[in-house]
C-alpha cells in the first residue's frame, strides 16, 4: 500500500472527492473535483476556502508522510487565498524543511486553467507520535500495510 | 433571513454539517457534529484538520457578516491545533479589527468537554466586491433576504 | 539566573530595549519603550511591525523556555496588526499546547493605553536541540547560568 | 525618489541595516549584513528571528509599494523559519495578489550561500488610506518624492 493509497482511504479526503495521485520523497499531489456541495454560496458555485484548505492539508501530510512514514498530525497551517476557486483544483506538496521532531511543507492550489488559486505553509509533527498511531495499531484493518 | 440563516444555506456548511446558532455585531457561534466521513483515519475517529478549519473559516465569516452586511471573503487564516478532536466541536468567532475594507477575526475552537482544539487568526475582505456579490444578484432566490 | 535574566541578555533585544519582566510555568511578560530609531515613518512616529513582532517572538520564546528549560527556537509565527504602534507597548505569552517536541504560544501585545495592537501565534521546537544548544557550551559564559 | 529610497529612510530599516535594492512592478529585493547585535545569544551568532522578520516585512513593504505608489501597512504576516541565519541575509518579495484594497505578498530570504532561511506570507492593506497616509503630509520632509 503506498503513502498515497493511504491518504486515499482517509473517510474526510472520500467525502470531499480527494485524491493523492503522488506521494514520494517528500513531495505530494493531489486533486479534486468541483462539485455542488463544495460551493460557498447557494446562488452560484464558487469553492468555500474549507474545500481548497482541506485539500492542501491533506495533500501537505502525505508529502511529509512519504519522507517519515509515520502518522504526521498538522500543528498549524496558514491559507492564503488568490483567486476565487470555481473549477477543478490541483495542489503540489513539498517539504522545505524536515526538522526531526516537525516537518514545514508548502502547498501551492491551482485551477484547471493554472491560476494559483490558493497558497499555504504548514507545519507537521513528525515523531513520537507514540501511543497516537492509530495507523498502526493491531486493530488497523490496513495493518502491515505501509 | 437573519445572517445565521444565509450561512446555514451555504451547500458546504451543510455537506458538513455546521450549523451558526448566531451572528450579530461581529461575534458568531456554530457547531458541528462529529461524523464518520468527517475522519482523517479508517481506523479511529480523529476529526480531519479541515473539518476544524472549515468550521472556523465560517463562523468567522458569518462574524464579519454580521458587522458589514456584505460578502466576506476570506483573504488569509491561520489555524493552530491544541489538541484531537475526537467528539462534537463549537466555535466562537469575534472580529477584533475592523479596518474598513478588511476585517480581523479571532476565532476559538471547544469539544464538548469545553477543551480548546483549534484557534485561528483570519483576514477577510469587507468592501468593493461589486460584481462579485452573488449574493444581491438578481438571480439570488434570496433577493432582498438581508 | 533565571529565564528573564537569560532573555535580557540576547543581544537583539537588547538592541531594541526589550525588558522581559516575568517568565515562569509557560507564562511570560516584556516590554519596550518606544524609541525614534523604531519608527517606520521618518516624518511621524509609528513603530515598524517588525519591531512588535520582535517583542512577541522574544516573549514568546521565554515563556516556552519558562517551561522548557532548554533553547526554543521560532518554527514559524504570525502576527496581525490590530492598530498602530504611537506610545511603549508590552506583551504578555501564554504557552497554550505543550506539545512534547513543539509548544504552540499566543502572544497579545498593548500599548500604554492599552489599545490592543496585536496578537501572535507560533510554534517552537521544544526538544532534541543537542548540538543546537550553544547555551549550555563549554564556552558559554552563563555556564551553569538556569 | 524611488521607492527603494524611501523605504532606505525608514528609521528601523536603518536601525537593522536592511537596505532596498530593488522595487518596482510589485517585486522588491533587499539585504541586511549580520552584526553582533542581531544575534539572538549572546554566546555565538545566530540571527535573531526578529531580525529576518522585519527584512522580510520591509522588503514585502516595498514591494507593494511599488505597484500601489501610497503607504502600505500591513494587516498580519506569517514567518516560517527554514535554517538558523549565522550569515549576512537578503530578502526577495513579490506580490502574488492585488486585491484592490489589500495585497498578498510572498518573501523569500535566503544567506550568502543561498541557503533558503525563511519563508513568509503577508497581506498589505493598500487603500483609503487617507488621513494615516504621513508620508505625503504638508509636513513631509519629502514632500512629492515619489
Do not use: C
Not at 485524491?19 to 517528500?26: F, I, Q, S
Not at 482541506?54 to 502518522?71: F, Y
Amino acid at each position: 500500500m503506498t503513502v498515497a493509497d493511504i491518504f486515499n482511504e482517509i473517510p474526510f479526503a472520500k467525502h470531499l472527492g480527494i485524491e493523492v495521485t503522488e506521494a514520494a520523497d517528500g513531495h505530494a499531489e493531489a486533486h479534486l473535483e468541483l462539485e455542488a456541495e463544495h460551493s460557498s454560496n447557494p446562488a452560484t458555485m464558487i469553492g468555500h476556502g474549507g474545500v481548497t484548505y482541506s485539500l492542501a492539508d491533506t495533500v501537505g501530510g502525505a508529502a511529509v508522510v512519504s519522507l517519515t512514514e509515520d502518522v504526521a498530525p498538522t500543528i498549524d497551517m496558514r491559507m492564503d487565498y488568490l483567486a476565487p476557486v470555481t473549477e477543478d483544483i490541483h495542489a503540489v506538496a513539498d517539504v522545505v524543511r524536515d526538522g526531526g521532531s516537525m516537518a514545514v511543507v508548502e502547498v501551492e492550489v491551482y485551477d484547471t486553467g493554472e491560476t494559483h488559486v490558493a497558497t499555504a505553509h504548514a507545519v507537521y509533527k513528525t515523531s513520537g507520535q507514540g501511543a497516537e498511531n492509530a495507523w498502526r495499531s493491531e486493530n488497523d484493518p490496513r495493518d502491515g500495510a505501509d
